[in-house]
């Protein structure tokens, strides 16, 4: 096992540290730069019914239910169709509107949550077309679904899930891109340009990777907290809860992610001196709405460390301390954003002596209800 960690002490370390190049292969393995085009393989019978797609469901848990929160924007965005993303454990036991116009996504690395399954099993009975997007060959999602978009990350060990959580939102912004295509709204000059997008992508998240030390210094002073809340919005809010999520997985530290403008509706009655904010403020378009949370948040005493685009001089000025990376196009800064968050969550948990690879009472697939 020593030996498979390689210079790493941890899997989790090692698999945060695959992320650019897992993320690289999961990006060409579905599209090539020149010429632009995406090349889904496994999508089978479903790649021809994606043009009479209306609706799409997209179902997930834990950190698979994030990303599948992520993958619902860049469909609405992307394909111009109604999405929504859903928990498959309540999911599966409501009468949900499904049709066979209805495209419902699957998100699991494993392919094996039990929960996800049974959901399927709904999705299938009402007549919906199905694609999973899964990191393991063959497994069971592959099997029930229409279609399979597959990330390849490579073996995931570490029970708090990393390197899945990136590539399957490099899947879903692809696949998103490939439903808009079979909708006849995605232009080549598009194409090129979200592709152009994503080639930038694997480098950014190396550059993340290279600046831990800034997050080495945050981890340190979080360690001693009992409770850490994350804030994003838009895009950042499903990094914010992943971030919580990583978090209280690994360090047990308790956790909340919550979007920021649900703030005054509760979580702002906890703020005081020792209840530390992670906000996540790269969401370009939604940065002065962050800027006026920090504000309400440090105007009651609590330390605001901002996860912020580097050079941007204000917010640096204005948080108690941040986390820079580096600049991407809007619409992927939920990856370049959450690299810092897994690596926090990791120190802060190395930091208090926890066993980062095999945490408490957790499993790395929950094939049980
Ligand atoms: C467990 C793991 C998580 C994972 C979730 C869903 O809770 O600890 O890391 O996100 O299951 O797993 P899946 O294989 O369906 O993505």
């Avoid at 090129?192 to 002073?221: E, G, T, W």
């Avoid at 996540?280 to 901002?306: D, F």
């Avoid at 941007?312 to 619409?331: F, K, R, Y």
Wanted: glycine letters at 6%; aromatic letters at 6%; a negative charge.
């Amino acid at each position: 096992v020593t030996a498979l960690k390689g210079q790493y002490p941890h899997f989790m370390l090692k698999e945060i540290h695959e992320q650019p190049e897992a993320i690289t292969d999961t990006i060409w393995s579905l599209a090539t730069l020149d010429p632009p085009a995406l090349y889904f393989d496994d999508l089978g019978s479903a790649g021809d019914r994606l043009a009479a797609v209306e609706r799409v469901v997209l179902l997930g848990m834990g950190t698979s239910l994030h990303a599948a929160m992520i993958g619902q924007r860049y469909i609405e965005a992307f394909a111009g169709l109604p999405a929504a993303a859903d928990n498959a454990s309540e999911f599966r036991y409501r009468d949900p509107v499904l049709d066979d116009r209805t495209l419902v996504i699957s998100v699991s690395q494993s392919g094996e949550t039990v929960d996800v399954l049974e959901a399927m099993a709904v999705a299938r009975r009402a007549g919906a077309l199905q694609v999973t997007v899964c990191n393991t060959e063959g497994a069971q999602t592959t099997r029930v679904a229409d279609g399979t978009v597959y990330t390849r990350a490579g073996l995931e060990r570490g029970v708090a899930s990393t390197k899945c959580f990136t590539t399957a939102l490099v899947a879903l912004y692809l696949l998103a891109l490939r439903i808009a295509q079979a909708k006849g709204r995605l232009s080549e000059e598009a194409l090129a340009s979200h592709l152009h997008d994503l080639a930038q992508l694997p480098r950014a998240a190396a550059d993340v990777l290279r600046r831990r030390d800034q997050i080495r210094k945050r981890a340190v002073a979080l360690a001693a907290a009992q409770h850490v809340l994350f804030l994003g919005r838009g895009l950042a809010f499903p990094v914010a809860m992943e971030g919580a999520l990583k978090l209280k997985e690994v360090s047990y530290i308790h956790a909340e992610g919550y979007a920021a403008g649900e703030m005054k509706h509760g979580p702002i009655a906890l703020i005081e001196p020792t209840f530390p904010t992670v906000a996540i403020a790269t969401q370009h378009a939604l940065r002065s709405k962050m800027i006026s949370n920090i504000e309400q948040i440090q105007a009651r005493g609590g330390p605001v460390t901002g996860v912020i685009t580097e050079g941007d001089a204000e917010l640096t000025a204005l948080c108690d301390a941040v986390i820079t990376v580096p600049a991407v196009s809007s619409w992927l800064e939920p990856v370049a954003a959450v690299i810092p968050l897994q690596l926090l969550a990791y120190d802060v948990a190395v930091h208090r002596g926890c066993d980062v690879d095999q945490p408490r009472n957790l499993a790395k697939t929950v094939t049980v209800e």
